[in-house]
T-cell receptor
Framework: GQSLEQPSEVTAVEGAIVQMNCTYQ??????LSWYQQHDGGAPTFLSY????GLEETGRFSSFLSRSDSYGYLLLQELQMKDSASYFCAATNQAGTALIFGKGTTLSVSS | GAGVSQSPSNKVTEKGKDVELRCDPI?????LYWYRQSLGQGLEFLIYFQGNSAPDKSGLPSDRFSAERTGGSVSTLTIQRTQQEDSAVYLC??????????????FGEGSRLTVL
């Protein structure tokens, strides 16, 4: 089967840096995606790592290590609006859909 | 519209009734997905459509759940004889062909179903 594990909650203060981890077990692996979801909103795509290493997009960076079956999302210069749930996801074995972790809820305080 | 559109946004029904949820994908997207999100949980895959190919129904939790996609565009998710455990937000997503292999799906805001 396939599963992705994420810590349930993370708290941080404005201006700080936070790292949210994801470990996965999959039968066949294509890459790791990250999504952000605000309360009551649609999940929105943040990043995708197919290869090992760090991908940077503004304040957001995502890292993948295939050998460790591990990835993380790094958020810098945290803002209150970053308070949301963050999900990692991997493609299912059939290559047809994404399988999601249960998500990490990030709370940013002032 | 520019994004994935779902209706109704909220639906309250009585146990045992049937419900239909609708999804309008982004124009030109050939792949369409349905997910279910229970309170505080991750997204549970239900079904996948790609063009005219047979859908991947491997995520449907029971035979009370079915979905169709007409003309390669609009999709309807039907839940028959609803149960209280069906209460959740049902999310629809679309992508260009092979979206799951690029990791990027485009989600709608979801239909919140409450079964009393």
């Amino acid at each position: 089967g396939q599963s992705l594990e994420q810590p349930s909650e993370v708290t941080a203060v404005e201006g700080a840096i936070v790292q949210m981890n994801c470990t996965y077990q999959t039968s066949g692996f294509y890459g790791l995606s990250w999504y952000q979801q605000h309360d009551g909103g649609a999940p929105t795509f943040l990043s995708y790592n197919a290869l090992d290493g760090l991908e940077e997009t503004g304040r957001f960076s995502s890292f993948l290590s295939r050998s460790d079956s591990y990835g993380y999302l790094l958020l810098q210069e945290l803002q209150m609006k970053d308070s949301a749930s963050y999900f990692c996801a991997a493609t299912n074995q059939a290559g047809t859909a994404l399988i999601f972790g249960k998500g990490t809820t990030l709370s940013v305080s002032s | 519209g520019a994004g994935v559109s779902q209706s109704p946004s909220n639906k309250v029904t009585e146990k045992g009734k049937d419900v239909e949820l609708r999804c309008d994908p982004i124009s030109g997207h050939t792949a369409l997905y349905w997910y279910r999100q229970s309170l505080g949980q991750g997204l549970e895959f239900l079904i996948y459509f790609q063009g005219n190919s047979a859908p991947d129904k491997s995520g449907l939790p029971s035979d009370r759940f079915s979905a169709e996609r007409t003309g390669g565009s609009v999709s309807t998710l039907t839940i028959q004889r609803t149960q209280q455990e069906d209460s959740a937000v049902y999310l629809c997503a679309s992508s260009p062909s092979g979206g799951a292999l690029t990791g990027e799906l485009f989600f709608g805001e979801g239909s919140r179903l409450t079964v009393l």
